[in-house]
């Protein structure tokens, strides 16, 4: 194997602090807007810049508040029509009928439903984050005071309360469903030879840096210039229907307790981690496969491929598609992607047995390549073929947020192992997660930035 | 679930490129052989050479493959299989409208690809639902 020098990281100066640091400020809102043209679009984006968060270090001089900048293609061609040579995902959005090959966003989620129905063309989603909700409110009205000054349309996507995603703080970096997120995020680190790049690495996720096979672009011409120092982010709203969640739990805990005994409660929480092959804590069914252990609740060190039988950890649990580590994957599946998560849950609790109201996970997935990494892996929790251990059938799904398709394309059962050589069978698990909305940005580099703030 | 890929690049007259296009279709099945087999998603591809309409030369190339699952993340696996990409590459050489810039990228090859496949999702005809991995699971290639 040759080793070609890797050429310097990218400054972090240059590149949004979300792209490479993953943020702990409680606090947070994701404003979609659309412009009025050029002029009102480089005012706007002009009147954030001081306000935009780099990756650098910022010691203990922690920021009370800050931002980042996405834009979509459409927002891109606002001020230079010319950038055509971007992805064709990225360009075609993820309601085209490619993206929907992977997505397979259908009934409830439909592309035709997303946004409560509306249409609205999303140039730039601004995400701002504050240390206390006053840092944020005061953040998000500069970012409103610079939308009017410069005509620029907020779009509302919630029907709900203030109409804005924002954060549910009290959760911190729990869930709606009751599990602890966020654990385990690719380290980005930075290969020495170009050839020694891992999926993890920071150049698949870092565009204009060679050595990645999923290769982020585009890396030449103006449309390269434009989008190095950039990451994309595949911004996707998913209602969770807690309801529906803890209605399966409740109902299938009989089965569970007639198989291997136990309380019901114990049943429900049994069934809640197979599902999702942490349990609720967060210790993974690898290392902890019968009851949840404090000590592991944060451990990502761990692989599945010794779980030949999926007696810990069911073949299609969500950690175990979503990431699949070491499981043998096929060729063309072959290295696993990796994506970084910046989630965060939006919208109050339930108060059972009421589960009406809106909530879900505001999910920003990272990547250097939309198609390559994420709607990739996505296609994977929709249809779980990417690894022989799913033969002869190789169309199980994501037990917690597939899409629960047509039995065409999709089983929607699940099964559960056991040591006995029986299983736990659920002939078709219910759909947890509604799609709200989905929208593929750029997050371009801070000089980026600055470039098209002055193209008025 | 199968898809349709039917990639239709019109070519220039010059002997040389139409001399380029017969080889690539001489020697299709032998140069994409092996990457094909180890992707495990194509069920059938071909070339096909579009004659001029007076019937001398060759007006076009069209390469017609049917695969399973969505197009675009797997771009990169033929991207990163040599001889697949020099296929590829080959095919945007000669184009009568090369791409501009040229394929030199996975970006690149994406745009070429999309930018030339006649066809969606929604056209093919489907005789049967499995994917060649379920289908070799059932009936092993024979040695």
Request: hydrophobic residues 40%; proline residues 10%; charged residues 15%.
């Amino acid at each position: 194997m040759a080793n070609t020098p890797m050429p310097p990281p990218p400054d972090p100066g240059n590149v949004q602090g979300m792209v490479l640091r993953g943020y702990t400020h409680p606090y947070s809102c994701h404003l979609l807007f659309t412009f009025p043209g050029r002029s009102g679009a480089a005012g706007f984006i002009g009147a954030l810049l001081g306000y935009v968060q780099s990756a650098q270090d910022w010691g203990n001089d922690k920021p009370v508040r800050m931002l980042n900048i996405g834009l979509t293609y459409a927002g891109i061609l606002i001020f230079d029509p010319t950038l055509v040579q971007f992805p064709s995902e990225f360009k075609a959005g993820p309601a085209s009928t490619g993206s929907q090959q992977s997505l397979m966003d259908s009934g409830p989620s439909a592309p035709a439903l997303w946004w409560n129905g509306d249409k609205p063309t999303i140039h730039c989603i601004v995400h701002v984050y504050g240390m206390t909700a006053d840092a944020l409110s005061g953040l998000a009205a500069i970012v409103s005071g610079a939308a009017e000054t410069n005509g620029v349309s907020e779009f509302l996507p919630l029907k709900s309360g203030s109409g804005r995603l924002t954060q549910y703080a009290p959760l911190g970096h729990d869930i709606h469903f009751g599990y602890h997120d966020g654990i385990d995020n690719p380290d980005l680190g930075w290969p020495q030879y170009q050839e020694a790049t891992v999926p993890s690495d920071a150049n698949n996720f870092v565009i204009g840096y060679p050595g990645s096979v999923f290769s982020p672009g585009p890396v030449s011409g103006a449309a390269g210039a434009f989008a190095k120092d950039g990451c994309y982010n595949a911004f996707r709203v998913l209602y969770q229907d807690v309801g529906a969640f803890e209605t399966f739990l409740t109902q299938y805990a009989p089965m569970v307790v007639a198989s291997i005994g136990g309380s019901l409660q114990q049943a429900r929480e049994w069934l809640a981690a197979k599902l999702v092959g942490r349990w609720r804590n967060g210790s993974p069914l690898i290392l902890s496969p019968n009851a949840p252990d404090p000590a592991t609740r944060d451990a990502t060190d761990f692989g599945y491929s010794a779980d030949t039988l999926g007696l810990k950890c069911p073949f299609s649990a969500h950690t175990r598609v979503a990431n699949p580590r070491d499981e043998p994957t096929f060729p063309a599946d072959t290295p696993v992607p990796r994506l970084s998560r910046r989630g965060m849950p939006y919208g109050a609790p339930p108060v059972p047995p009421d589960y009406g109201g809106e909530r879900g996970l505001i999910g920003l997935f990272l990547c250097g390549a939309l198609a390559g990494q994420f709607e990739l892996l996505y296609s994977w929790i929709n249809v779980n073929n990417f690894s022989n251990v799913f033969l002869p059938k190789l169309d199980t799904q994501d037990a917690l947020i597939a899409n629960r398709i047509s039995l065409s394309r999709g089983d929607p059962s699940f099964t559960i192992p056991l040591p006995n050589g029986q299983a736990i069978k659920i002939p078709s698990l219910p759909p947890f997660v509604v799609t709200r909305g989905t929208a593929y940005c750029l997050l371009p580099s801070l000089a980026t930035l600055r470039q098209i703030a002055t193209a008025a | 679930m199968a898809n349709p890929l039917t990639l239709y690049v019109p070519i220039k007259q010059d002997p040389d490129t139409q001399l380029k296009a017969q080889l690539a279709y001489d020697n299709f099945v032998s140069s994409v052989q092996a990457g094909l087999d180890t992707s495990n998603i194509v069920h059938y591809a071909r070339l096909a050479l579009i004659p001029n309409p007076g019937g001398e030369g060759i007006l076009a190339i069209c390469l017609i493959t049917t695969f399973d699952g969505p197009m675009n993340p797997y771009l990169k696996y033929f991207w990163n299989n040599g001889a697949l990409q020099s296929v590829f590459t080959g095919l945007a050489s000669i184009a009568l409208n090369p791409p501009n810039p040229p394929v030199s990228d996975l970006t690149g090859f994406e745009n070429f690809i999309n930018d030339n496949n006649l066809n969606t999702p929604d056209d093919l005809y489907n005789a049967y639902g499995q994917t060649v991995l379920q289908i070799r699971a059932q009936f092993p290639p024979q040695a």
